[in-house]
């Protein structure tokens, strides 16, 4: 399959998890009627961005996986004949939690996860408190439209885990995300850090060749305190903008991808070809100093 229709969905999320999950589900039609093949949704959808603050009780939002989100999205995956792209809250066993995406064919079927890998421990971003890092390694999983490649939000900073990602074969890259602005900053702040989060996962579409599709949440949370920036986009095999989403509205959107792209791309700006491998041994250290 040379093409593919991928559908984003850009959404404000609630204090009520199950309404977030209908509301997803929702979305998910709508991306479908729309032509979509594959659905995106955003990290952690089903629940306000809860690592603002180091709460106990927020544990409660975890869940197994697979498990009742999951379910629930198998059932509109099938019926919709989409694959769907879940970001979820996993409980792993007791006291041990996991930021996890799920991933549903277009007939249902539960295909894998992938846990967040890099894990940010911010202001207003904690998640080390909530969150073990990943132990599955890099994913690619074989859907019914393609081969994707699926990393989440912090991931989206390192060349290391799109480029292994890549190499193991994905045909897109997609990144569920939620990043937003302190309220309080100054709008050339604001528009340094998001022109930094776009510039470097285009860069991955350009280093590795191919489509990489970045969903973030958008709207005010945190009481006011974080404004999500939304700004979601969809990027060709060249880092070419195909879309991208506004910084304050709610979208559902599908982008039609050329995956023969890539082929092109990666002839003419051999970037795989001339990779020097047996160079490449000291990127494993922490940092190469004289110690």
């Known amino acids: 399959m040379s093409k593919v229709k991928v559908g984003v969905v850009q959404m404000t999320c609630g204090s009520d998890k199950q309404e977030n999950l209908n509301k997803a589900i929702e979305q998910v039609k709508e991306a479908a009627a729309k032509g979509a093949q594959i659905v995106c949704l955003q990290e ?170 970045s969903v973030n949440r958008v709207g005010f949370e945190q009481e006011g305190a974080m404004k999500f920036w939304g700004g979601s986009f969809v990027a060709n095999a060249q880092g070419k903008l195909l879309y991208l989403a506004s910084h304050d509205q709610e979208e559902t959107e599908v982008i039609e991808l050329d995956l023969s792209q890539t082929d092109y791309f990666r002839k003419h700006w051999p970037f795989l070809r001339d990779r020097r491998i047996e160079t490449y041994a000291p990127i494993t250290k922490r940092f190469i100093d004289e110690d």
């Open 44 to 213: 952690l959808f089903t629940s306000l961005y809860f690592c603002d603050v180091e709460d106990y009780d927020n544990f409660n939002l975890a869940e197994a996986i697979p498990g009742p989100s999951t379910d629930a999205l198998s059932t509109v995956a099938k019926a919709c004949g989409v694959v769907i792209i879940a970001s979820l809250f996993e409980k792993r066993a007791q006291g041990l939690y996991h930021n996890t995406t799920a991933i549903l064919d277009a007939d249902g079927s539960y295909l894998g996860k992938y846990r967040k890998m890099h894990i940010p421990d911010d202001p207003a971003f904690y998640e080390k408190f909530y969150f073990t890092p990943g132990d599955l390694g890099y994913k690619v999983f074989k859907t019914k439209f393609g081969k994707i490649g699926v990393l989440i939000c912090w991931d989206q900073w390192y060349p290391e885990a799109s480029r292994i990602t890549a190499l193991m074969g994905a045909d897109i890259l997609f990144y569920p995300t939620a990043i937003g602005w302190d309220t309080t900053q100054d709008e050339e702040t604001n528009q340094d850090q998001y022109n930094a989060w776009q510039t470097i996962q285009r860069s991955h579409a350009v280093a590795n060749g191919v489509p990489v599709v």
